[in-house]
């Protein structure tokens, strides 16, 4: 599976800043998704601090899906 787009397309805005946070640092592995799950979303902890991966999430959630 594609990683989960952050823009009006997806559902992203769904899930809480936490979860988000997760899956940017370490991919979408469990247990934000199910055990077994495949998918192409990267992790980005080892490229990105916490805070930079703070920023990242809050410049999408600036410009994206008014609930987001």
């Known amino acids: ?3 989960l787009p952050h823009d009006q397309t997806g559902h ?9 946070f997760e899956v940017t640092k370490y991919g979408l592995v469990p247990p934000n998704a199910p055990e077994g799950y495949e ?3 990267p992790a980005f902890g080892e ?3 916490d ?3 703070a920023a990242v999430l809050a410049y999408i959630k600036s410009t ?3 609930k987001f």
Not at 12 to 20: I, K, N
């Open 64 to 66: 994206c899906h008014p």
């Open 39 to 41: 998918s192409t979303m």
């Open 47 to 49: 490229s990105l601090s």
């Open 51 to 53: 805070a930079e991966i």
């Open 12 to 20: 992203t805005w769904h899930h809480p800043d936490s979860v988000l």
């Open 1 to 3: 599976m594609p990683a």
